[in-house]
């Protein structure tokens, strides 16, 4: 998030990004070099890691530490965490991040439910909300939806009901997830599978308007893959599928570490992949697509046979991207968790040849988180947020 004339500490504002107008306006989080010291600083924890070290993983010079921490501790971002015995000479100060310095709203829209939570820095959950929701009603009511959660959120942290959003001197926006497909760069909806009444609608800028500071928007198996991807699933630099099974089917992929959303943002329609050319018709206007298939044999009441058709979509992905690992969630997934893990293993088994089978496993964490993470991953130098 690019802001400028902003304070945390001074409660002041300036211009917003592209992406949204107020909010926090944290000085310290400009620079590359700031990003890599914060991100150290998140990764230490508690335990916190003196400047020497920051400077030694870094690559910056000792003196070019101390000025990005400086600024850290004057925006109230890191804080002395005592002293570390040294081998020689003085004992080092170590430093610590201070996860409530900073906060980030994360919402997740699903096609019948709203999900918020208020994490901080780190990504801990310090406030939830739900709320039932109509996907398909008037864009104005879904908008006001996601509007009173977020205040509520925020106001309920600041124990003062009706203090505006934008005054909350350490949030530093709202991310929001969804179903797909939209346009992640610019925060437009397109056809919504089952919602083509969304198609061509600005909700980034619609919510910017309504609540005054920073919106990401993106589909709801991307910020969930971004979370997972944060939070150190597929080794950090490795490859992942997410597949999230709820009122809908989709995937996350992370590739390299990153997200891949692909040139036009369109990447992970993984729900409308065709598996059997003469099967029933998907509300995507296509006939046998895996999402089709799962939710019926899920309101049959057959989960093997939705976990073996999950399972060849899986295989699917596995082959194309050569990945290292399966995720699974969403609320149709956990509600019968074994069954799914186990239904989607038999199949990658039988499918790997002879090659060591990728490992399938339940995801941890929500959607909501992983939309918090797409205002707080660009921090700290996560370039896919």
Sequence with gaps: MNRTNGRTNGRTYGSGSASGSGGANLLALRSHNAALV???????????????????????????VSKITAR????????????????????RTVLRL????????????DRDELRAVLVDLIGTVVGERRATLDLGARAEVVVGAVAREAEC???????????PLAHATSLLGLGVALPGPLDHARGVLHRVTG??????????????????????VDKDTNAAALGLAVAGHGGGGGSFAYLHLSTGLGAGLVIGGAVHRGARTGAGEF????????????????????????????????????????????????????????????????????????????VLDARARGVMPVPVRIAPGGVAEGAAQLLLAPLFGRGDG
């Design 271 to 346: 729900g409308h992949q065709v598996l059997q050319l003469d099967g029933p018709r998907c509300e995507c206007g296509n006939r046998g697509c895996i999402e089709t298939l799962c939710l019926g044999a899920v309101a049959r009441g057959e989960i093997a046979e939705a976990a073996r058709v999950l399972g060849e979509g899986a295989a699917n992905l596995v082959a194309l991207l050569d990945i290292d690992l399966v995720l699974l969630g969403g609320r149709t997934v956990t509600a019968t968790p074994d069954a799914f893990v186990r239904g989607v293993a038999i």
């Design 98 to 109: 201070v996860p409530g310095a900073g906060h980030a709203i994360g919402v997740h829209l």
């Design 38 to 64: 914060l991100d150290l600083l998140r990764t230490a924890g508690s335990d916190g890691i003196s400047r020497l070290e920051l400077a030694e993983r870094t690559g910056l010079t000792p003196q070019a």
């Design 195 to 216: 919602f083509p009444e969304w198609d061509g609608f600005p909700l980034r800028s619609a919510l910017v308007q309504r609540l005054g500071v920073p919106v990401v």
């Design 153 to 163: 959120l925020v106001a309920e942290r600041l124990e003062a009901s009706g203090t």
């Design 72 to 91: 850290l501790r004057e925006e109230g971002l890191a804080a002395e965490a005592g002293q570390r015995a040294s081998t020689g000479g003085k004992p």
